[in-house]
């Protein structure tokens, strides 16, 4: 089955730590995939996607950056994180005809402190 | 570029009572919409979609969603809420993207509706 792992479930770093969070994906092959963040009081943000390995595409400018090193892989990262940079991050993937079957992970609540 | 609104931002009903959410939506083509729903702390679950057809779309647990071009919505129903419906709600338009992979959507979202369910 077709399933998405996305980790930590929560995390709390200082301001201008690096971050790493992962994503991976099974049961599936070339996905899209996607990082959305939900800030306070907001909507679900889209960050960046990726149609394929090393291919990523962002959708707003920031602190953030994004890499797909291998097909089911997907890693948000940051060298030095803000105080703006606290949100829920959730990790997606479609696979042909994308939007009605997109899949989200359970999100990862980052806390900038 | 297309735009939701969700103009309720919080939303308490009595269970068992009706429930209506409101989304508006803003796109230059006919739209692809969808209704997520988010428990706390968790991922988000896909409650119905409308892509072309039958303007009213069920969905997952008893709801439905009306889509109507004139008004630019798709308003999300339900006639009797239980307590387990108290989570958030967000409307969302699909778009596709700009790549060679055909077929290939991203998603804009509303900024939700947390609906909160009293006894």
């Known amino acids: 089955s077709q399933t998405i792992h996305q980790w930590p479930a929560t995390l709390v770093q200082p301001v201008g730590s690096p971050l790493s969070l992962e994503c991976t994906v099974e049961?599936?092959?070339?996905?899209?995939l996607y990082w959305y963040r939900q800030a306070a009081g907001r909507g679900l943000q889209l960050l960046f996607y990726?149609?394929?390995?090393?291919?990523i595409s962002s959708e707003v400018p920031q602190n953030l950056s994004a890499s797909r090193p291998q097909d089911r892989q997907f890693i948000l990262s940051s060298k030095k994180l803000l105080l703006s940079d606290s949100g829920f991050y959730l990790c997606?993937?479609?696979?042909?005809?994308?939007?009605?079957?997109?899949?989200f992970g359970s999100g990862t609540r980052l806390t900038v402190v | 570029a297309q735009s939701v609104t969700q103009p309720d931002i919080h939303i308490t009903v009595s269970e068992g009572a009706s429930l209506e959410l409101r989304c508006n939506y803003s796109?230059?083509?006919?739209?692809?919409l969808f209704w997520y729903v988010q428990s706390p702390g968790q991922g988000l679950q896909l409650l119905l979609k409308?892509?072309?057809?039958?303007?009213l779309v069920q969905g997952i647990k008893g709801f439905e969603a009306e889509f109507k071009r004139s008004q630019s919505s798709f308003n999300l129903r339900k006639p009797s809420v239980h307590w387990s419906d108290a989570a958030e709600y967000f409307c969302?338009?699909?778009?596709?993207?700009?790549?060679?992979?055909?077929?290939?959507?991203?998603?804009?979202f509303g900024t939700g509706t947390r609906l909160t369910i009293i006894p």
């Open positions: 997606a993937w479609s696979v042909g005809g994308g939007a009605s079957r997109y899949t």
């Open positions: 049961g599936t092959s070339n996905p899209n």
């Open positions: 990726s149609v394929g390995i090393g291919q």
């Open positions: 796109y230059g083509a006919t739209p692809y």
């Open positions: 409308y892509f072309s057809g039958d303007t």
């Open positions: 969302a338009v699909g778009a596709r993207v700009k790549t060679s992979n055909f077929g290939n959507e991203k998603l804009t």
